[in-house]
């Protein structure tokens, strides 16, 4: 080969890295090496190419099935060689594993911990490569990864994302220690404003035109009075 010959081929070869179609991976486009590869031509390879969009983290509750949505734009027509892969690694490490397979038709797992418990929510002519996830359990915390190809377009990104199932309505360990803390101390000031609530009213009403003294008051009035005749008329000190 010629100098001329070596340069068009770094120049090809340039011309695949930035598209993606090189060793190496570029502008975030990469290949899942869990999937068969597909040759592409390098001359067009830069026009093949799809665009996955997935949700970066999803909230469950335990036993409530989640939707895990995905969906892909495609420069090629949409046919029935198109394959859609999810796969999926716990948050404690370890291999993917593939649980789900869609071409043509879907292919549940089955096998493995997500067996008879992940079903097709897509739509592959609308673009949707969703899938649902029956009755998730705590154990089910990970990283979901959606992959579509659909030949010729077989390079694209790969959206991640992180599934986390909580109990419904559980409170944290956190949360439940600062409200064992906190309800004493909340209930003993609102048991003294509500005391001194009482006893500014009490004294507003005595200061008041016309308050009508209980029983007690009325009575110890009374003996007050009689005291003060006793000593008036027979010079009888009081007790």
Sequence with gaps: MGWRGARGALRVERGRERSGCGS???????????????????????????????S??????????????????????????????WTYRPLTGGPMERVFHYQSIPYPTAAGRFKDRISWAGNVANGDASIAVQSPELSDNGTFICSVKNPPDVYHNLPQTVLLVTE????????????????????????????????????????????????????????????????????????
């Design 56 to 85: 970066p983290k999803v909230r469950a509750f335990v036993g409530e099935q989640v939707l895990l949505k995905c969906s892909f734009k495609s420069s090629s027509p949409i046919t029935e060689n198109l394959l859609v892969d």
């Design 24 to 54: 190496g991976a570029a502008d975030g486009v990469t290949r899942n090496e869990s999937l068969p590869f597909v040759p592409v031509p390098s001359g067009v390879c830069n026009a093949l190419s799809l665009e996955i969009k997935a």
């Design 168 to 239: 419904r309505g559980k409170l944290s360990s956190a949360a439940l220690l600062s409200i064992l803390v906190f309800a004493p101390s909340i209930l003993v000031v609102v048991l003294l404003l509500v005391r001194m609530g009482r006893k500014f009213r009490a004294v507003k009403e005595k200061g008041k035109c016309g308050y009508k003294k209980s029983s007690i008051e009325v009575s110890d009035d009374r003996m007050c009075c009689m005291c003060e005749l006793c000593v008036l008329h027979f010079g009888v000190k009081s007790p």
